[in-house]
């Protein structure tokens, strides 16, 4: 499975960015997926993940309330919709799919937040 990030930018905080992760080469239903960033200095860090089916989506305590993940089975992506951003939110995000025989990441995307 290949995946490609996109979406990152610069943004003032309190504003909105709209990170996209295209995959191919594999069933995308057959993932559960994932986001995760990580900071300069930081370790990796779990952020969102939704269910093969879409469903139970589950958020890191910093960003529940304001990110949402969702996926697309027909275009093949997952989408993590950011708002309310903060400068704490600045971070390279990575898009994941797990299943229990295979793990892939994606490439990350930066995203960065102004005060």
């Known amino acids: 499975v290949q995946l490609q990030a996109s979406g990152g930018g610069l943004v003032q905080a309190g504003g909105s960015l709209r990170l996209s992760c295209s995959a191919s080469g594999g069933t995308f239903r057959n993932y559960a997926v994932a986001w995760f960033r990580q900071a300069p200095g930081k370790e990796r860090e779990f952020v969102a993940a939704?269910?093969?089916?879409?469903?139970?989506?589950s958020y890191s305590a910093s960003v529940k309330g304001r990110f949402t993940i969702s996926r697309d089975y027909v275009q093949n992506t997952l989408t993590l919709q950011m708002n309310s951003l903060k400068p704490d939110d600045t971070a390279i995000y990575y898009c994941?799919?797990?299943?229990?025989?295979?793990?892939?990441w994606g490439q990350g995307t930066q995203v960065t937040v102004s005060s």
């Open positions: 939704l269910s093969r089916s879409g469903s139970y989506p």
């Open positions: 994941n799919l797990v299943k229990r025989t295979a793990e892939h």
